[in-house]
């Protein structure tokens, strides 16, 4: 009834994610932005990547992109796409 993407984001506040739908393809886009260091500390190695990052997606047909919704929690994103309601042929009936 439904579609669900998780997106790792670690140490990446939820507010500064932005999602967008349009024409069928929905966009996540984000930046990372470097740590700053505190006055004496050194690092010999950082294995964060830093910079924007942009993913797109395209939506079958039967996703709702009116209803998308969108949840971070503890450096994972959740976003939930619900599906159309699909509409049953009607039969027509033919007056004699």
């Known amino acids: 009834d439904r579609f669900v993407l998780y997106v790792d ?3 990446i506040d ?3 994610i932005e999602i967008t739908v349009d024409k069928g393809v929905l966009t996540i886009r984000g930046e990372r932005v470097a740590e700053t ?3 004496g500390e050194q690092y010999a190695r950082l294995e964060r990547a830093r910079g924007v990052f942009y993913r797109r997606f395209a939506l079958p047909s039967s ?3 009116e209803k998308v919704e969108a949840h971070g ?3 994972v ?3 939930v796409i619900p599906k159309r309601d699909e509409h049953q042929p009607r039969r027509i009936p033919i007056a004699a």
Do not use: Q
């Open 9 to 11: 984001v670690p140490g």
């Open 14 to 16: 939820p507010k500064d």
């Open 37 to 39: 260091e505190e006055d």
């Open 63 to 65: 996703a709702d992109a």
């Open 73 to 75: 929690k503890h450096g």
């Open 77 to 79: 994103l959740e976003v």
